[in-house]
C-alpha cells in the first residue's frame, strides 16, 4: 500500500502560481511513477503531469502549455507540481496517484490520495 497526501491547494488569482506537494508513505516511492491529475465540478477527471520512477521522463497534458513543472524528490518521498500563469479554468480538484506505468492514463494508477482544491479567480 501507498499512501498519498496532498496540500498546497489554495484560492490565487488569475496569472499568479501555487505549488501542489504530495508526500507518500508505505512501499518504496522509487519504485512508482507518480502524478497528477484534476476534476472541475460536473467534468471527467483529466491529466495534468506525471514523472517517471527516477524524474528522468515527464508528461503533460496538452493544456499544460508550458505554464506547471512536476518534479520529484525521492529521498523526501515527495512529487511536487509547480504552476503558473494559473487561469480560471484551472479551478479543479488535483489528485495525486501512484502508479506503475508512467501513463496519462488514470486507470493505469492504482494509488490515490484525497485531493487539494485550486481555485482561480478572475
Known amino acids: 500500500q501507498v499512501q498519498l497526501a496532498e496540500s498546497g491547494g489554495g484560492l490565487v488569482q488569475a496569472g499568479g502560481s501555487l505549488r501542489l506537494s504530495c508526500a507518500a508513505s508505505g512501499r518504496t516511492f522509487s519504485n512508482y511513477a507518480m502524478g497528477w491529475f484534476r476534476q472541475a465540478p460536473g467534468k471527467e477527471r483529466e491529466f495534468v503531469a506525471a514523472i517517471g520512477w527516477s524524474g528522468g521522463s515527464t508528461l503533460y497534458g496538452d493544456f499544460v502549455k508550458g505554464r506547471f513543472t512536476i518534479s520529484r524528490d525521492n529521498a523526501e518521498n515527495t512529487v511536487n507540481l509547480q504552476m503558473n500563469s494559473l487561469k480560471p479554468e484551472d479551478t479543479a480538484v488535483y489528485y495525486c496517484?501512484?502508479?506503475?506505468?508512467?501513463?496519462?492514463?488514470?486507470?493505469?494508477?492504482?494509488?490515490w490520495g484525497q485531493g487539494t482544491q485550486v481555485t482561480v479567480s478572475s
Open positions: 496517484a501512484a502508479g506503475g506505468l508512467l501513463s496519462d492514463y488514470g486507470p493505469n494508477y492504482d494509488y
